[in-house]
């Protein structure tokens, strides 16, 4: 059932995944059930809303990653949406490097053993605050599917990026108040309104360039 659930899904979202990556996102889907047992990774349990809630969500910004080859996943929990989008991208040319930089060591470690069971090459994970983060060579763009505020997450992140790089904050309702309270030296270049299979919920990727 969840194989199908994740078919469907996928077809709906427009993207077009090969059996053997399908298979390998429910692969990190059972370990990630599995370690939630002891970990507390996330709130949810059944294995259908994690498909929806967690694979679905995290992958529908997939075409939104155009000619990003440098991305960073920032508090990322049990890995989302780095590790998914890592999964979805392995193969891709040139190839899309993920770094997941999560404070929380358990959440940290169970990334780690993801990379390693699932055989992440393009995956990397730092267990370090992010403003402690200083990348030898600066990211095309920043993701968060955590933070609260924008503010918070531009002002966190922009030593990150490289000039002209993005931030790509994924977010519920439009966050109209949110915005307002962006910095001036900050701007939304575009709302991307997504839908998730299943989810019943708004979506939204909000993206910022500093000006």
């Known amino acids: ?27 990190f889907a059972a370990l990630l059930q599995k370690w939630n047992k002891v970990y507390n990774l996330t709130s949810i349990r059944d294995a259908g809303q994690v498909i929806t809630h967690h694979l679905l969500d995290s992958l529908v910004v997939l075409p939104c990653l155009a000619g990003i080859e440098r991305l960073a996943d920032i508090g990322s929990g049990g890995g989302l ?8 991208t ?12 999560e404070t929380v060591n358990k959440k940290a470690s169970f ?9 992440l090459a393009n995956f990397t994970v730092l ?12 990211f095309d763009a920043v993701i968060s599917r955590a933070f609260s505020e924008l503010a918070d997450f ?8 490289r000039p002209g790089g993005r931030f790509l904050a994924m977010k519920g309702v439009y966050p ?7 910095p001036a030296a900050f701007r939304v270049v575009e709302a991307v309104p997504l839908t998730v299979p299943g989810l019943g919920a708004d979506r939204h990727l909000i993206i910022v360039e500093k000006s």
Do not use: Y
């Not at 392995?90 to 930089?101: C, D, F, T």
């Open 90 to 101: 392995a193969g891709r040319q040139p190839a899309l490097a993920i770094s997941s930089i």
């Open 127 to 138: 267990n370090e605050r992010v403003e402690n983060v200083r990348p030898e060579q600066p």
């Open 1 to 27: 059932m969840s194989a199908i659930t994740l078919e469907r899904g996928l077809a709906e979202m427009g993207i077009e995944l090969p059996a053997e990556v399908q298979a390998r996102l429910l692969d």
């Open 154 to 161: 531009v002002g966190l992140t922009q030593h990150l990026l």
């Open 176 to 182: 109209r108040d949110e915005i307002a309270r962006l």
């Open 111 to 119: 990334q780690q053993q993801a990379k390693i069971e699932l055989g």
């Open 81 to 88: 949406p780095g590790i998914p989008l890592a999964i979805a």
